[in-house]
């Protein structure tokens, strides 16, 4: 089983991946390939909702005027309109899917409950409880076995996309032709080969310290289609979720949005509100303006947390709007119905990534990117909460579209990848390298390249980050390949990205704050766009 062929291979199996999956034609031969177990992603810990325009008293042009708002001048409106125009539709689908949203009590006319979240100007976002992701992954996955195309490849981690230049009519282009897949419980490598390859691996906040993503967000995509020659942007809008929990047993334990959304307030250690000296929206200001808050107040006090009180609700309230974050507080001693929570701030969402079209289009040709992984300017420099997973979903559809096309013009299996060389490397008796890098990577991310930047920081980080790169290099060309050495690998990848991007932005704008340039400077209301040295244009590629 080293060799396998498909027509579409799907890397991830979140909300992008598994929404691709299931709408895929049942003569369309396709795998869908998971880290570790299939539902384990940032789709399973999204507990929020997904917004869409679902009451009449809300309007298409409102929720694009919220998001281009969060997203501080440098959302692409016309995608925006796109993706928020899509949304009813995709609810539609994923309620005949059988997902159950939260109904009672309704408001406005929709029939199901409606929470508000930051940057929200209505009640917008659908929600299954305060598991969203949850009950959304779980769903979707119980559709599987009715879908017999899609074989599913578990417990498998892509080591690179393969990719071959070809020359049409003298028009030299790039193609990928499916990927090296290491299985992580043999330690054997797959070779994949499909007619169009789809990466929906979600995004990278694993390169920092504190983040609210599980272990498996190591930007996998993103740096294998940087590899294989694609363009990323904006790569230094990384969102820092305002409230995750702060305990040590608490591991990636967020607070959602709506919690503020029903009115939670944000707390010092002696009781007083501050958010209104931030921002005249409060706790519902977005959230790179609620994140850089919290940061400066816990810096100017010297405090490791602030809080978030939402006891002055009614018990019963709480309970029914947050069964599930109420039970893991009371798991970890926090009574949330009579006491305010510690909260800091978190890694949280990628806002950059790979650089798609309308159409979910890589630079590379049969190579598309869907979801976190994917730059398509729904978010500009700052994501507005539940747009995520409405993106995953809007994406998934519109990727079908072009893949069917797609595998319509395409020979069947026209190219032959060369199978897996381990020939020249040995076991490693160093893993302690690996070990020691990631936790020096992630804590060099956090201290120089976090919410708060500097000329001098980033500096810093990018001497270490080279260094890190180098060693890495040397360590993957001498030994077999492991899960650990993979991720770290991905992880240098993308910190790089996320740096270069960073020092050149010289202003302050939306998720991206430089004390050395702190204002925004209209001038530069453009995305910033990194070109690998291995970039070949695609001349198939209809663009935006």
Known sequence: MNKLEFDVLIIG??????????????????????????????????????????????????????????????????VVRMVVEHGPANIRWLYDSGVEFTRTPATGDSGYHLTREGGHSHRRVVHAADATGQVLENTLLRQLPTHPNVAVLEHHIAVDLIT??????????????????????????????????????????KVYLYTSNPDVATGDGIAMAWRAGCRVA????????????????????LISEAVRGEGGRLLLPDGTRFMERFDSRAELAPRDIVARAIDHEMKRLGIDCVYLDVSHKPDAEIERLFPTIHQRCLDLGFDMRHEPLPVVP?????????????????????????????????????????????????????????????????TQYGFSPEPWDESRVTDSD?????????????????????????????????????????EISEYYGNFRISNDLLELRNLVDVADLIIQSAQRRRESRGLHYTIDFPDRDDNQASPTILIPDSYVPNPSDGGR
Request: charged share 25%; net charge negative; aromatic share 6%.
């Open 164 to 205: 071959a230049e070809h020359d049409e009519e003298g028009r030299v282009h790039r193609r990928c032709h499916g990927a090296y897949l290491l299985n992580r419980l043999s330690g054997d490598v797959v070779t994949a080969s499909a007619r169009c390859v789809v990466l929906a691996t979600g995004g990278a906040s």
């Open 346 to 410: 978190a890694a949280h969402y990628t806002c950059g990534g790979i650089k798609t079209n309308r159409h979910a289009r890589t630079d590379v040709a049969g190579l598309y990117a869907i979801g976190e992984t994917a730059y398509t300017g729904l978010h500009g420099a700052n994501r507005m909460a539940s747009n995520s997973l409405l993106e995953c979903l809007v994406y998934s559809e519109l990727a079908l579209d072009d893949i069917v096309r797609e595998l319509g013009t395409q």
């Open 13 to 78: 199996s979140g909300a992008a991946g598994l929404g691709l999956a299931l709408r895929l034609p049942g003569n369309v031969k396709a795998a869908l390939v998971a880290k570790r177990e299939l539902e384990e992603g940032n789709t399973l810990y999204a507990q929020g909702g997904i917004s869409a325009v679902l009451d009449g008293s809300d309007s298409v042009d409102s929720h694009v005027a919220d998001t281009l708002d969060a997203g501080a001048g440098l959302c692409d409106e016309e």
């Open 234 to 253: 904006n790569m230094e809008f990384i969102q820092f979720h305002p409230t995750c929990l702060f305990h040590p047993a608490a591991k990636s334990f």
């Open 430 to 470: 160093e893993e302690v390298v690996v070990s020691h890098n990631w936790e020096e990577l992630r804590r060099f991310m956090w201290d120089y390249v976090g919410i708060v930047r500097s000329n001098k920081r980033l500096q810093r980080a990018r001497r270490r980050v080279n260094l890190l790169r180098h």
